[in-house]
């Protein structure tokens, strides 16, 4: 079954620790995404990526980054984790075109206490 | 720029009850899909349907059906006789067509709280 994959489905981290939240894909799409959902927010777009080594800020990018050097893998990365950055974070991949929908992952909860 | 909004934010019924879910979108585009998902508490978004904006026949999956309404502006869901396993939160996403690659991006509502009580 193909499918998107996310590392951790809980991480607790400390405030001001560097963290790194591991997304892959097996179905060789050309896009993937970052979201983080919050209650009342909905699914907010963090960063995407059209193709290998590209990458677009999305609507939330600040206190973010990404890095996507394979294809299959898509790392969300937090710099210095800080608590208002406690969130549920989903991965999502699509074939390029607009009539395609995602993929999702399981998401990670995220704590930074 | 696309908008799409889901008034309801939260939905309880009693099972057995049918139950619409409301979208209403806004594009400039005349090309277009719309897209609901479910996420259930396990938290994986999953799809249960893709409509383009060309075919405004509406759709009907087992108790699951869909009202495509272009003069309207609105893709509705609608849950007849809901279950327990119903109990999910509904995104409803509208993706606009042009080249390929730069506008692959979903936009989403903000979802719907469903509890279906036994």
């Known amino acids: 079954d193909v499918k998107v994959t996310q590392s951790s489905r809980y991480l607790v981290k400390r405030t001001g620790e560097k963290v790194f939240l591991e997304c892959v894909q097996d179905?060789?799409?050309?896009?993937m995404f970052w979201y983080r959902q919050d209650p009342g927010l909905g699914l907010r777009l963090i960063y995407f990526s059209y193709d290998v080594k590209m990458k677009e800020k999305g609507d939330i990018p600040e206190g973010y980054s990404v890095s996507r050097e394979k294809k299959e893998r898509f790392s969300l990365i937090l710099e210095s984790a800080s608590t208002n950055q406690t969130s549920m974070y989903l991965c999502?991949?699509?074939?390029?075109?607009?009539?395609?929908?995602?993929?999702f992952g399981s998401g990670t909860r995220l704590t930074v206490v | 720029a696309q908008k799409v909004t889901q008034a309801q934010t939260e939905i309880s019924v009693v099972e057995k009850e049918d139950v619409t879910l409301d979208c209403v979108y806004e594009?400039?585009?005349?090309?277009?899909?719309l897209f609901w998902y479910k996420q259930p508490p396990s938290g994986e978004l999953v799809f249960l349907i893709r409509r383009n904006s060309f075919d405004e026949q509406n759709e009907i999956s087992g108790r699951y059906s869909w009202n495509f309404q272009k003069s309207t502006s609105s893709f509705n869901f609608t849950i007849t006789a809901s279950q327990v396993v119903d109990s999910a939160v509904y995104f409803c996403?509208?993706?606009?067509?042009?080249?390929?690659?730069?506008?692959?991006?979903?936009?989403f509502g903000k979802g719907i709280t469903l509890s279906v009580r036994p």
């Open positions: 996403a509208l993706s606009e067509a042009g080249s390929s690659g730069a506008n692959s991006k979903l936009t």
């Open positions: 594009t400039r585009d005349t090309t277009y899909y």
């Open positions: 999502a991949s699509s074939l390029s075109g607009v009539r395609y929908g995602y993929t």
């Open positions: 179905m060789d799409h050309e896009n």
